[in-house]
């Protein structure tokens, strides 16, 4: 005779794998299949999958609906009411669109409820994205609404919630929290008992049949979970001050009429950091004329306190190109988010030549008047000048008209720099000109102590290689600076002007032996010298050359990209070397490297 498998007699470790890959629904129906698995389940608790949860109460039903994403589709949202009869306790159970009743005779329809309910938070060991409650304070009764006395119901659920969750000593995992009540004492006694280690969102509406209310929030407002959330949204009348609200990044609330205290405090805290992404008063409609004039006033406080203040802003990149038919202005704040404006101008136009601005342009120096001001505290990461002429070929008289009004933006710019008062805090300022005269309009005012870097670039359609630096490179700003690009111009300096750098990129019409000599002396001299990159006109004396290398430098090593790499050993210093890479043709870059790097290059 065979004997099958009975699951019941499983050891209980089988039985934990099997609760572990059920839903909870499946558990629950599990539980009442035989004393075994009864037992198990309560013993163990294991968790549930439940993600959301809604319960609503009034005096003569509960209502609780859950979603279960562990549940197949058709069974992951589960609906149960629990209604007072006269014989007993109504429970109906609906799934998948069908409902199915049963009434348990001489039972409480709150006892029912409960036990369930119980059970269910037993189990809840993760943390819900929703939980909702509602008090129903008013039902439907034969098509119109009556008020019903909850009171005595709803004071009973929460003295025993508040002691299943005191038994076991943990409050309840809920990240969206959403609360339908008629008091503030509702919202009291169910928020506290939410964890504010997993607590986001409050969402607090008017129940059924409810009317505009105040609700008094002073003492909710001093809960930890109050204080730890991020979001609020209250439709109810409040008269909490806004510095209550100042800390959440978006909030959503009724008044009754707006202040001129209300909009002071709420400007005061959208001028805070971190400053919340949406502010939303909502009031009646009665009080418009006097929120009109509490604006009016507001407004030039604000720009009073603004221009008192001058909060930092937290833009830290911007790029301001002044081509043929517009300016552009583009910035990148702390946060990535990028901001282009476009303003509208004419240069070619000779009409426009004494001035350079149409309504739009004037716009462009009146925000970037005001940009620049609240930048004196923080340091731009770049700032990129582009002076733009078109792809395509123009007259002289074009090309005139164009350098004027590039001369006239820059002499705009300096004058604005001035009158900051301070030196412009920049990590690398980015140049894109043709003339020496173009860079000494701003560099002066670019502050010393935070450049890091200069790139030197021509404008678009630009022919011109060479370029004089005499005047840039005696300024402070060019000394202080570790990296400097202006590989696109043939430099006209002598080399010791562009020696100091850590990083260099240039570019010079003959290489001569003197000058790779120089090189190699500066990274003998300077520690923190790390790259010197050496771009030049086509030489086709490769041969020459490299008899030159031979003798400044201690040796030869292959490179996989059959480039011809040297080295030359640093006096002193046994860990590092510099590395020569080169074409013989066009370029040689030095670079400090350590000494192993070669024996790993040449074993490969």
């Not at 099997?18 to 198990?40: A, E, G, P, T, W």
């Not at 429970?91 to 029912?112: G, H, M």
């Not at 406080?301 to 833009?315: E, K, Q």
Request: contains cysteine; negative net charge; glycine residues 2%.
């Amino acid at each position: 005779m065979k004997h099958g498998i009975v699951i019941s007699d499983m050891p209980d470790i089988v039985l934990q794998t099997v609760m572990n890959n059920l839903d909870f629904r499946s558990i629950m129906i599990l539980r009442k299949v035989c004393r075994r698995f009864q037992s198990f389940i309560d013993e163990t608790s294991p968790p549930s999958s439940i993600s959301e949860m809604t319960l609503a109460i009034n005096a003569r039903r509960f209502r609780i609906e859950f979603y279960d994403p562990c549940a197949i589709a058709e069974q992951n949202r589960i609906k149960i009411k629990y209604k007072h009869s006269k014989r007993g306790c109504l429970i109906a159970k609906e799934v998948s669109n069908k409902t199915k009743e049963r009434l348990l005779q001489n039972q409480n329809f709150f006892d029912c409820f409960w036990r369930d309910f119980q059970f269910i938070l037993k189990h809840q060991k993760s943390a819900l994205r929703h939980f909702s409650i509602s008090f129903e304070h008013f039902q439907y009764e034969l098509g119109h609404l009556e008020a019903n006395n909850l009171s005595e119901i709803s004071l009973k659920f929460i003295q025993n919630l508040e002691e299943f969750f005191d038994s076991r000593r943990k409050l309840f995992p809920v990240r969206y929290l959403e609360l339908k009540v008629s008091e503030a004492s509702e919202l009291q006694s169910i928020l506290h008992l939410i964890s504010p280690n997993f607590l986001k969102i409050i969402t607090i509406t008017k129940g059924k049949g409810e009317t505009n209310k105040v609700l008094e929030l002073d003492e909710v407002a001093e809960l930890q979970q109050w204080k730890v959330a991020t979001g609020i949204e209250i439709s109810h009348l409040v008269t909490l001050p806004m510095v209550n609200f100042a800390h959440f990044s978006k909030v959503e609330i009724f008044l009754e009429t707006v202040s001129q205290e209300n909009l002071r405090s709420v400007m005061k805290i959208l001028l805070g950091t971190p400053a919340p992404e949406l502010f939303l008063l909502n009031h009646k409609i009665n009080g418009v004329d006097k929120i009109k004039e509490s604006f009016v006033q507001e407004s030039v406080a604000l720009r009073n306190f603004i221009d008192d203040t001058v909060p930092a802003t937290s833009l830290e990149d911007y790029c301001i190109t002044v081509n043929p038919e517009k300016l552009i202005l583009e910035m990148t704040d702390s946060d990535a988010k990028y901001i282009k404006t476009e303003y509208t101008v004419n240069p070619l136009s000779v009409e426009l030549t004494e001035k350079m601005n149409q309504n739009s342009v004037e716009n462009f120096w009146n925000d970037i008047e005001v940009i620049m001001r609240h930048q004196v505290k923080v340091v731009l990461t770049s700032l990129v000048i582009y002076l733009e002429l078109p792809e395509t070929s123009i007259s002289k008289l074009e090309l005139a008209i164009l350098e004027k009004n590039h001369s006239s933006f820059l002499a705009k710019f300096q004058n604005l720099l001035k009158s900051q008062h301070k030196l412009l805090k920049v990590k690398h300022i980015h140049f894109f000109v043709r003339y020496q005269e173009e860079i000494m309009s701003l560099l002066p005012y670019i502050h010393p102590k935070y450049l890091e870097k200069i790139t030197i670039n021509p404008k678009r359609g630009e022919s011109t290689k060479e370029l004089q630096l005499s005047e840039v490179v005696k300024l402070e700003q060019w000394k202080a600076a570790k990296e400097l690009d202006t590989i696109s111009f043939f430099m006209m300096e002598p080399l010791e002007n562009y020696l100091h750098f850590l990083r260099t990129k240039i570019h010079i019409e003959n290489l001569t032996p003197e000058i790779i000599q120089q090189v190699k002396e500066k990274f003998f001299e300077n520690p923190a010298m790390q790259n010197f990159e050496l771009h030049h006109e086509p030489c086709y004396k490769s041969r020459e050359f490299k008899e030159i290398f031979e003798k400044i430098f201690d040796g030869e090593y292959g490179d996989q990209n059959y480039e011809h790499r040297w080295f030359c050993r640093i006096p002193g210093n046994n860990e590092d070397v510099i590395s020569i890479r080169t074409t013989y043709f066009s370029w040689i870059i030095f670079t400090r490297i350590k000494l192993a790097e070669i024996y790993e290059t040449n074993q490969d």
